[in-house]
């Protein structure tokens, strides 16, 4: 051939380079970038998940065969008196919980958004009870209730806020609610804080500046931009809140093990007594999966307001 | 390696590859590695230095055998998880320190050990009534019986002589001086919270008034009882007079903690308080001293923490494992070695062994002589099985003392307890 020839007819791609050629287009590349994740979350989040729905559905005891039951866990376990007292607390503790860290989370994230000295020191130390253990950190409050050392019940004696020997932290029902929701809210407010603090510092300054020109004070700045303008993010912060306090596990696990009388069992810690501690799987299953249907409901409206907010 | 051409790397990888595949689908290992190695996973024993030597037993046993031993150790309240996941995936230990009633839950995951503790109990008499209770499961030895942990009375010794009182030797004298030791500011420490210490109380209560929760058939439930009034008219009494009501929150550890800070100057619990006290140099441990465990109408009965080795069934090395449970257990001199570790807080279970020398170690110890105590497992008479154990991890007796000691009418709370322990009966 000599050369500056020209070739004439079809190209004819090389057999090596047809798999790269392949990857070229974005029909081939992005299936091949999203199956190890589908693999993992087949393997990670499917297969468990469905096994819980199995032994829910079975008579599952640890070591021993078990058969299909269909639904009668899920109706049998409103007969037990501990279940039906933890299907209470879970709301009244989640309810709590998250009203509380919204109020204090939306107050605490404009307090960051002002000026302030030490600044980012300051936005740092905020993040320490969500960055600490949390079995860590609710040994320390567990150790500041408990009966004999509580320092909370020193200090309020010393400040003559109390009357001796103060409040049975852990002992009484609505103490101990009380104590497990104020650890829930203080390991809980950081998340709040941090993610309405990134809200607030994208609204612009203009709409302020606007309405500010309008005569409108602080407080009708409040209603007519901020809220409205943080309505997405509080939603996203409210739904992911709401799933976690529901299933939480080590506050009431650390401070009370369910206790006083069940008074404080939340579905996560009734679901290991029953399930692993009592060996009855197909129970435990039932029980930690109890609120599935009512979680996946209010993700879904959740999520619609969003959309509707957004778009 | 730089004189490893590409071609040789590839050609010893491929060789080495094919090599791992035949051992995975031959599931035997080569000849080089088939040295025998086993594990066992246990508790962190309350008495620290029995884990030690423990180890320190292991390693002798690797030596004299030839068997490699891995120990594990988990925290007690982590073992029923751990168990469960173990036989869910059917992998894990070789063998597995047992508690109370594991033995009847993981029946038909444990391999016979009956043989070995025939062998045992030829040597040290029979094993004790608890020890039976909990590992012999329907005339077949699923643990071998290791050791156990009995409740005694725990009491400021120092406190009752500067009083004047009498050491209590019934459920009723202790409300005598419980009194007496409120009114000095040292309440009597009885836990009546969801942990297994209160069981531990209650049960004895209960049975020395001839109360049960269950009857032997372990299908009748028996709480509903003039014996059971009493026990909570007994409970309701304390609370009031000789307790203070942070009782109702404590854990495992908190009648420890309040005796050992010179707040209780009475507790019911086996002797860890004292040994941490005297280990630590603390203040109290002079004045501590230790009872037999109170005895009412029906005499003196006693609730104990046995504990046994089991050995799993998908375990792949029972021959050795069984050997380690000869070479621990078997051998008197390892036995005795190992039991004088654990400052008479572990102590023997056969018949023979009971005024064992780890008592003499010191004079606070002379009350652990177990002449004339009956030890049960929880739920005693009824054999144990998943809906004791369910009742038991319930905090059923428990809830129904702490509901009547706050306000619920005795028959009413009673009433509770019968219907939840119906449920989980017929469930």
Same mark, same amino acid.
């Not at chain 1, 309505?231 to 996203?236: D, E, R, Y």
């Not at chain 1, 799987?281 to 039932?286: L, S, V």
């Given at each position: 051939?000599?050369?500056?020839?020209?070739?004439?007819?079809?190209?004819?791609?090389?057999?090596?380079?047809?798999?790269?050629?392949?990857?070229?287009?974005?029909?081939?590349?992005?299936?091949?970038?999203?199956?190890?994740?589908?693999? @993992?979350?087949?393997? @990670?989040?499917?297969?468990?998940?469905?096994?819980?729905?199995?032994?829910?559905? +079975?008579?599952?005891?640890?070591?021993?065969?078990?058969?299909?039951?269909?639904?009668?866990?899920?109706?049998?376990?409103?007969?037990?008196?501990?279940?039906? /007292?933890?299907? /209470?607390?879970?709301?009244?503790?989640?309810?709590?919980?998250?009203?509380?860290?919204?109020?204090?989370?939306?107050?605490?994230?404009?307090?960051?958004?002002?000026?302030?000295?030490? =600044?980012?020191?300051?936005?740092?130390?905020?993040?320490?009870?969500?960055?600490?253990?949390?079995?860590?950190?609710?040994?320390?409050?567990?150790?500041?209730?408990? +009966?004999?050392? +509580?320092?909370?019940?020193?200090?309020?004696?010393?400040?003559? @806020?109390?009357?001796?020997?103060?409040?049975?932290?852990?002992?009484? =029902?609505?103490?101990?609610?009380?104590?497990?929701?104020?650890?829930?809210?203080?390991?809980?407010?950081?998340?709040?804080?941090?993610?309405?603090?990134?809200?607030?510092?994208?609204?612009?300054?203009?709409?302020?500046?606007?309405?500010?020109?309008?005569?409108?004070?602080?407080?009708?700045?409040?209603?007519?931009?901020?809220?409205?303008?943080? =309505?997405?993010?509080?939603? *996203?912060?409210?739904?992911?809140?709401?799933?976690?306090?529901?299933?939480?596990?080590?506050?009431?696990?650390?401070?009370?093990?369910?206790?006083?009388?069940?008074?404080?069992?939340?579905?996560?810690?009734?679901?290991?007594?029953?399930?692993?501690?009592?060996? /009855? *799987?197909?129970?435990?299953?039932?029980?930690?999966?109890? @609120?599935?249907?009512?979680?996946?409901?209010?993700?879904?409206?959740?999520? =619609?307001?969003?959309?509707?907010?957004?778009? | 390696?730089?004189?490893?051409?590409?071609?040789?790397?590839?050609?010893?990888?491929?060789?080495?590859?094919?090599?791992?595949?035949?051992?995975?689908?031959?599931?035997?290992?080569?000849?080089?590695?088939?040295?025998?190695?086993?594990?066992?996973?246990?508790?962190?024993?309350?008495?620290?230095?029995?884990?030690?030597?423990?180890?320190?037993?292991?390693?002798?046993?690797?030596?004299?055998?030839?068997?490699?031993?891995?120990?594990?150790?988990?925290?007690?309240?982590?073992?029923?998880?751990?168990?469960? %996941?173990?036989?869910?995936?059917?992998?894990?230990?070789?063998?597995?320190?047992?508690?109370?009633?594991?033995?009847?839950?993981?029946?038909?995951?444990?391999?016979?050990?009956?043989?070995?503790?025939?062998?045992?109990?030829?040597?040290?008499?029979?094993?004790?009534?608890?020890?039976?209770?909990?590992?012999?499961?329907?005339?077949?030895?699923?643990?071998?019986?290791? #050791?156990?942990?009995?409740?005694?009375?725990?009491?400021?010794?120092?406190?009752?002589? &500067?009083?004047?009182?009498?050491?209590?030797?019934?459920?009723? !004298?202790? #409300?005598?001086?419980?009194?007496?030791?409120?009114?000095?500011?040292?309440?009597?420490?009885?836990?009546?919270?969801?942990?297994?210490?209160?069981?531990?109380?209650?049960?004895?209560?209960?049975?020395?008034?001839?109360?049960?929760?269950?009857?032997?058939?372990?299908?009748?439930?028996?709480?509903?009882?003039?014996?059971?009034?009493?026990?909570?008219?007994?409970?309701? &009494?304390?609370?009031? !007079?000789?307790?203070?009501?942070?009782?109702?929150?404590?854990? !495992?550890?908190?009648?420890?903690?309040?005796?050992?800070?010179?707040?209780?100057?009475?507790?019911?619990?086996?002797? $860890?308080?004292?040994?941490?006290?005297?280990?630590? &140099?603390?203040?109290?441990?002079?004045?501590?001293?230790?009872?037999? %465990?109170?005895?009412?109408?029906?005499?003196?009965?006693?609730?104990?923490?046995?504990?046994?080795?089991?050995?799993?069934?998908?375990?792949?090395?029972?021959?050795?494992?069984?050997?380690?449970?000869?070479?621990?257990?078997?051998?008197?001199?390892?036995?005795?070695?190992?039991?004088?570790?654990?400052?008479?807080?572990?102590?023997?279970?056969?018949?023979?062994?009971?005024?064992?020398?780890?008592?003499?170690?010191?004079?606070?110890?002379?009350?652990?002589?177990?002449?004339?105590?009956?030890?049960?497992?929880?739920?005693?008479?009824?054999?144990? $099985?998943?809906?004791?154990?369910?009742?038991?991890?319930?905090?059923?007796?428990?809830?129904?003392?702490?509901?009547?000691?706050?306000?619920?009418?005795?028959?009413?709370?009673?009433?509770?307890?019968?219907?939840?322990?119906?449920?989980?009966?017929?469930?």
């Amino acid at each position: 051939m000599a050369v500056g020839s020209v070739r004439v007819g079809p190209v004819v791609p090389r057999p090596g380079l047809r798999v790269w050629e392949l990857l070229d287009h974005e029909r081939f590349l992005g299936p091949a970038f999203v199956t190890p994740a589908l693999l @993992l979350i087949t393997l @990670l989040v499917a297969y468990p998940f469905c096994m819980a729905l199995y032994f829910a559905m +079975s008579n599952a005891f640890i070591g021993r065969p078990s058969h299909f039951i269909g639904l009668r866990n899920f109706v049998g376990l409103w007969e037990s008196d501990a279940f039906r /007292q933890t299907f /209470q607390n879970a709301f009244v503790f989640t309810g709590a919980s998250v009203a509380l860290k919204l109020v204090l989370g939306m107050t605490l994230a404009l307090l960051l958004n002002q000026q302030l000295w030490f =600044k980012r020191m300051i936005r740092g130390a905020v993040l320490l009870p969500w960055v600490i253990p949390t079995a860590l950190s609710t040994l320390g409050w567990w150790w500041m209730f408990n +009966s004999l050392y +509580s320092v909370v019940n020193w200090t309020g004696l010393a400040l003559g @806020l109390m009357d001796p020997p103060g409040p049975n932290w852990l002992g009484q =029902k609505y103490y101990a609610m009380t104590a497990v929701v104020t650890v829930n809210v203080w390991r809980g407010l950081p998340f709040f804080a941090i993610t309405i603090l990134a809200g607030l510092v994208s609204i612009p300054r203009e709409l302020y500046e606007a309405a500010e020109a309008d005569g409108a004070g602080p407080v009708a700045r409040f209603w007519h931009v901020t809220l409205p303008m943080l =309505k997405p993010v509080l939603a *996203i912060v409210v739904l992911f809140s709401t799933i976690f306090t529901f299933s939480d596990f080590n506050i009431v696990y650390v401070l009370t093990h369910g206790g006083p009388i069940n008074s404080t069992h939340l579905f996560a810690t009734l679901a290991r007594q029953v399930g692993l501690e009592s060996g /009855q *799987i197909g129970q435990g299953a039932a029980i930690s999966l109890y @609120l599935f249907p009512v979680l996946m409901l209010v993700v879904w409206a959740q999520l =619609k307001f969003v959309r509707r907010q957004v778009y | 390696m730089s004189d490893l051409s590409r071609r040789q790397f590839l050609g010893r990888a491929a060789a080495g590859t094919a090599g791992l595949a035949g051992i995975l689908a031959a599931k035997t290992p080569p000849a080089v590695a088939q040295q025998r190695e086993i594990s066992y996973l246990c508790w962190n024993n309350f008495a620290p230095a029995s884990d030690k030597k423990l180890a320190e037993i292991g390693q002798r046993f690797a030596k004299d055998t030839g068997i490699k031993i891995k120990i594990d150790h988990i925290a007690h309240p982590q073992q029923a998880a751990k168990y469960a %996941s173990e036989v869910q995936s059917q992998a894990g230990h070789d063998l597995i320190e047992m508690r109370m009633h594991f033995p009847w839950l993981y029946e038909t995951q444990l391999v016979e050990v009956s043989d070995l503790v025939a062998e045992l109990e030829k040597k040290y008499g029979k094993a004790l009534s608890s020890a039976q209770e909990t590992a012999n499961v329907r005339g077949v030895w699923r643990a071998v019986p290791q #050791y156990h942990t009995f409740f005694v009375g725990s009491y400021r010794e120092d406190l009752f002589k &500067k009083a004047g009182l009498k050491v209590p030797d019934t459920w009723e !004298d202790l #409300y005598t001086v419980g009194k007496e030791l409120k009114k000095m500011g040292h309440p009597v420490g009885i836990p009546i919270s969801q942990n297994y210490d209160t069981i531990s109380t209650a049960g004895p209560v209960l049975w020395s008034l001839g109360g049960m929760e269950i009857d032997r058939d372990g299908k009748t439930v028996r709480i509903s009882s003039p014996a059971t009034e009493q026990m909570i008219e007994w409970y309701k &009494k304390m609370f009031r !007079d000789c307790m203070e009501p942070e009782v109702l929150s404590w854990t !495992d550890a908190s009648n420890n903690d309040t005796l050992n800070a010179g707040k209780a100057g009475w507790i019911h619990n086996p002797i $860890s308080a004292y040994i941490v006290a005297r280990n630590r &140099k603390m203040v109290t441990a002079d004045g501590i001293n230790h009872h037999r %465990s109170l005895a009412g109408p029906h005499g003196r009965h006693e609730t104990d923490v046995p504990r046994h080795i089991g050995i799993w069934k998908f375990s792949k090395n029972v021959e050795p494992a069984k050997e380690w449970i000869r070479y621990l257990l078997a051998k008197k001199d390892v036995y005795d070695e190992y039991i004088m570790s654990g400052d008479a807080f572990n102590l023997p279970v056969y018949a023979s062994l009971l005024d064992h020398p780890v008592l003499k170690t010191d004079p606070k110890f002379a009350a652990l002589k177990q002449e004339g105590v009956q030890f049960h497992a929880y739920g005693w008479p009824a054999p144990p $099985s998943d809906k004791v154990q369910r009742i038991t991890n319930e905090f059923i007796l428990p809830n129904m003392i702490a509901k009547a000691v706050t306000g619920t009418p005795t028959k009413e709370a009673i009433a509770w307890a019968e219907k939840e322990m119906k449920r989980i009966i017929s469930g």
